[in-house]
């Protein structure tokens, strides 16, 4: 009998990724007030990242010039380098960390609050239909600062695998946009149409802040944008 993830052994590990430069900048704040109930693991573009996943190493090398001369305020979009190493660490922590049964990415740029309790994410953040949990802000491409994995979906591999095939195929760069969060939401959206996947959206399909509104707002503050300069949002509720 398949064992239900409706129990006290449900195993949760939450998935970052930062490098030494950002580190001093603002994810000292994330190392320092994390609080939650489960553990955490970080994949440090400069220490050991390129070289436990060489696809995002050569992806970087073959498209580090597409950006040069843009400006990231006004074109951030297209900027596919920038926001690729976040796929990359996530999709090898679902195809690496099999022995978890659901896996959360988060934005390094978070400061915590309140802690998060496993049975929290039972009962808020995951159902067993559900492939993955996301914010979303209707037409809006979707807030991927946090992203929940179901990894006993049927589906969740070859997810992941998909996600990962269109950067190292460079095929991202067939798209409307470049950032993560929208390649994150077009390959959701392909196996919703295609293969009737389930999702479970805890946005309230409004723009901005939609983080700060939902069930995490009480929780972690993700300073998005400028607010890293301050380490606080003004919508954050805690």
Not at 159 to 188: C, G
Request: proline content about 2%; aromatic content about 16%; hydrophobic content about 30%.
């Amino acid at each position: 009998m398949e064992k239900s993830l409706w129990n006290d052994d449900m195993k949760i590990l939450a998935v970052t990724t930062y490098n030494n430069k950002l580190y001093k900048e603002y994810a000292h704040r994330f190392e320092s007030t994390y609080n939650w109930e489960f553990p955490y693991t970080v994949y440090n573009e400069d220490d050991g990242m390129m070289e436990a996943i060489p696809e995002c190493k050569a992806f970087v090398e073959r498209n580090k010039n597409k950006f040069e001369g843009k400006d990231f305020l006004k074109d951030f979009w297209q900027d596919g380098v920038r926001f690729c190493y976040k796929v990359y660490a996530y999709t090898h922590a679902i195809l690496n960390y099999k022995e978890y049964d659901y896996i959360i990415g988060i934005d390094a740029d978070s400061v915590f609050y309140k802690p998060m309790t496993v049975d929290f994410v039972k009962r808020r953040l995951y159902t067993p239909e559900c492939m993955i949990t996301y914010l979303g802000r209707g037409t809006q491409y979707s807030e991927c600062g946090f992203l929940g994995f179901n990894m006993k979906h049927p589906e969740i591999i070859n997810y992941a695998n998909e996600m990962k095939r269109m950067y190292d195929s460079d095929e991202i760069y067939n798209l409307d946009e470049q950032h993560d969060s929208y390649v994150w939401d077009f390959i959701r959206n392909r196996f919703e149409g295609k293969r009737q996947v389930k999702n479970l959206n805890i946005g309230d399909g409004k723009g901005g802040h939609v983080q700060a509104r939902s069930v995490l707002g009480n929780f972690y503050d993700h300073t998005k944008g400028q607010r890293k300069l301050t380490g606080r949002s003004k919508e954050f509720r805690g």
